[in-house]
């Protein structure tokens, strides 16, 4: 290997480390904060499933497993 040839891979590299830290800086700044649910501090009820297996409480489509019973 040459050290023309390791310079450019070199900075390639670099290139492609300093593309995908900024992506991920626009992405949180863009999606994180407008696209999540409002969170609370607990003051709403928790996620439980009904006797029909439906969830309440929950504003995800994706539903963990094992979660409690409603009451």
Do not use: H
């Amino acid at each position: 290997m040459k050290l023309n040839e390791l310079a450019k891979g070199s900075s390639v590299m670099l290139g492609v480390i300093v593309a995908g830290y900024l992506s991920t800086i626009y992405v949180d700044q863009r999606f994180a904060t407008s696209s999540a649910p409002a969170q609370t501090n607990g003051a709403g009820p928790p996620a439980c499933v009904d006797a029909d297996g439906s969830w309440k409480n929950w504003p995800w489509p994706n539903v963990p497993a094992l979660s409690p019973k409603c009451r």
